[in-house]
């Protein structure tokens, strides 16, 4: 069996998580699997950020769902971690495919949201890898195990990993 080394959010301790400085850096250390956190703005664009608020890791605030690309787009995403990172951007989900297809890497992306928010990400994360041909090689992870099941159902071949709250 090959060995899996999973990322998770990227090289998340050396680099700002879910950038692609971090992405990167996880690839050049021997991850041969990337998980990313997919959420969508208010024009619907899918961008890779784990929290529900821009609060956290961005120069942003308030809701990423309330927020056009065109705005995010412009954020820093990595002067939180440090200023080494400064200018570091919100990916949007073609620039991990771009970078997961040039490394040759597998994707965990995980469908982040709310309730109904959860199944529409999972479907369109189904979607988009079986549009790249990449059901063999991606995953795609939630919480909710309805949406999870509801993307399989729409996209044969799917693989998921189905994630456990903590008891």
């Known amino acids: 069996m090959a060995r899996r080394i999973i990322a998770h959010r990227g090289h998340k301790v050396a680099t700002p998580e879910q950038t692609m400085v971090s ?4 690839v ?14 208010r024009d619907g664009v899918p961008v890779m950020l784990h ?11 308030g809701p990423v769902a309330a927020k056009d690309w065109a705005e995010i787009a412009t954020l820093d995403a990595g002067s939180w971690f440090d ?9 949007r989900l073609g620039d991990l495919f771009e970078l997961a297809e040039d490394a040759g890497v597998a994707l965990c992306i995980a469908a982040k949201g709310g309730a109904r928010e959860n199944a529409r ?18 995953v795609v992870a939630s919480f909710d195990h309805e949406a999870l099941a509801a993307a399989v159902e729409a996209v044969p071949g799917l693989r998921t990993a189905p994630d456990r709250l903590p008891e």
């Open 121 to 138: 990400t999972a479907l369109f994360a189904a979607r988009e890898i079986a549009r790249r041909s990449r059901l063999d090689i991606d």
């Open 83 to 91: 200023p080494r990172f400064a200018g570091e951007r919100v990916p």
């Open 28 to 41: 050049d250390l021997g991850a041969t699997m990337l998980e990313a956190d997919l959420r969508f703005t």
């Open 51 to 61: 929290d529900r608020l821009l609060n956290r890791t961005t120069s942003g605030k």
């Open 23 to 26: 992405f990167a850096l996880a």
